[in-house]
């Protein structure tokens, strides 16, 4: 992710996200579909986190848009039925937040690109359970890491895993030369507390 610039570490000129806050990191996992090797990598991983923890299920669920083309390639790879979630109801035609044929599923994994804060991964789970779909957890291509999410998933009894993390992220980063070692504190402050964070660094 590193390597093909999918994360991008920028502490001393931060981005800004949609939200409006000052982050030394931006996260585009679209990115990966783009390199085939990559691409077939996390796709196996994921298959194997999801068989790890959570065994025989129906069907995989992804979360629009991020997490569409990641589900679909997983529910390929297992051979189970693949449905998305969209952020709203669709204004046309159906009207529907769920696509795909439900009648072939009765539960599912949830599988999504990026979780921050948890929210818009949740409410697609809780769509998914008010559609009677049991949801059996939900599988991340990376996590920030936000204690907010932690408390979010758990008290939505949602389980939940990631192929890798924001402190994994840095380390590697470290080794690899794609930061230094005073870099490395800027960023270690900014998870502790991003919205002090945000305040105090001001984009350039």
């Known amino acids: 992710m590193l390597r093909i610039k999918a994360v991008q570490l920028r502490p001393e000129n931060p981005f800004v996200w949609a939200s409006g806050r000052n982050s030394p990191i931006y996260c585009d996992n679209r990115k990966t579909l783009s390199h085939p090797q990559v691409r077939t990598f996390i796709r196996q991983q994921a298959v194997e986190l999801i068989e790890q923890e959570y065994g025989r299920i129906d069907a995989i ?5 991020g997490g569409i083309a990641l589900g679909a390639l997983v529910a390929q790879e ?3 039925p693949f449905v998305y979630v969209r952020s709203s109801a669709k204004g046309h035609g159906m009207g529907n937040r769920i696509e795909g044929d439900l009648s072939v599923l009765s539960n599912c994994v949830v599988v999504e690109d990026l979780v921050s804060t948890g929210k818009s991964s949740l409410e697609a789970v809780e769509c998914l359970r008010e559609a009677e779909i049991q949801v059996k957890g939900l599988v991340a291509i990376f996590t920030y890491g936000f204690p907010d999410a932690y408390a ?3 008290a939505a009894g949602c389980p939940w895993a990631s192929l890798t993390d924001y402190p994994i992220m840095l380390d590697q980063a470290l080794a690899e030369g794609y930061i230094t070692e005073g870099q490395t504190e800027i960023l270690q402050a900014w998870s502790g507390d991003p919205h002090k964070w945000s305040q105090t660094h001001m984009t350039q």
Request: hydrophobic share 65%; glycine share 18%; charged share 10%.
């Open 78 to 80: 297992m051979g189970l």
């Open 61 to 65: 669920a992804g979360v629009a848009t």
């Open 152 to 154: 979010a998933f758990e």
